[in-house]
Nanobody, 125 residues
Framework: EVQLVESGGGLVQAGGSLRLSCVAS????????IGWFRQAPGKEREGVSC???????YYGDFVQGRFTISRDNAANTVTLQMNDLKAEDTAVYYC???????????????????WGQGTLVTVSS
């Protein structure tokens, strides 16, 4: 079956760092763009980052140089290194297959999308 499994979330103080991991299975990983999205309570889901199968990367405007996405195709893994975390980064973070930019919005291509279960990131002030 097609699966994405996130890990690496937790509790961190403002200014600290976390490294999230997304491990994929059940499909040809290097054929697909993989992205990270997040959703905080009471807010809409927003795109964090997307990495294309050729290695090109895209980030939401709020990232402001603090996060880095990368992929290891041999390990079927995408990582999100998050530095200088802020309280407003608190959210459940999801990885997804099939990310793309539509206009200025980071979204998924509906025919390609597969979502992980999410991992919770909590940033304390």
């Amino acid at each position: 079956e097609v699966q994405l499994v996130e890990s690496g979330g937790g509790l961190v103080q403002a200014g600290g760092s976390l490294r999230l991991s997304c491990v994929a299975s059940g499909f040809s990983f290097d054929d697909y763009n993989i992205g990270w999205f997040r959703q905080a309570p009471g807010k809409e889901r927003e795109g964090v980052s997307c990495i294309v199968n050729d290695g090109s990367t895209y980030y939401g405007d709020f990232v402001q140089g603090r996060f880095t996405i990368s992929r290891d195709n041999a390990a079927n893994t995408v990582t999100l290194q998050m530095n200088d975390l802020k309280a407003e980064d608190t959210a459940v973070y999801y990885c997804a297959r099939g990310c793309t930019y539509y206009g200025r919005s980071l979204q998924t291509i509906k025919r390609l999308e597969v979502w992980g279960q999410g991992t919770l990131v909590t940033v304390s002030s």
